[in-house]
């Protein structure tokens, strides 16, 4: 069973984090797994504990967004979809 993470762990992971540590440093030392520290960083969850310092969370979650849309574009390149007919003029 998945137990849920206080706020005040929450508000150690991000102020870890706004700290310098790495995720998975914030992760041991909270004693959480690194996933989850991500998931956060990425404001996916505990969107609603504040961060220490609103400009490293805000640098965090945008930067998660544009790697989402790059996979994103990735995943349609590999996958084969069909990109815009190019226009050949005969000559």
Not at 9 to 36: D, N, T
Not at 51 to 60: D, I, R, T
Not at 65 to 90: F, I, K, Y
């Amino acid at each position: 069973m998945v137990r849920r993470m206080s706020e005040l762990e929450v508000h150690q992971v991000k102020r870890f984090i706004c700290e310098g540590f790495s995720q998975v440093q914030a992760a041991r030392v909270v004693g959480v797994s690194a996933a989850h520290v991500s998931r956060i960083c990425a404001g996916d969850v505990h969107r609603d504990v504040p961060w220490p310092n609103p400009a490293v969370g805000e640098k965090l979650m945008r930067g998660m967004a544009l790697r989402g849309e790059q996979d994103q574009v990735q995943a349609q390149l590999v996958s084969g979809v069909a990109q815009a007919p190019q226009v050949v003029q005969a000559t």
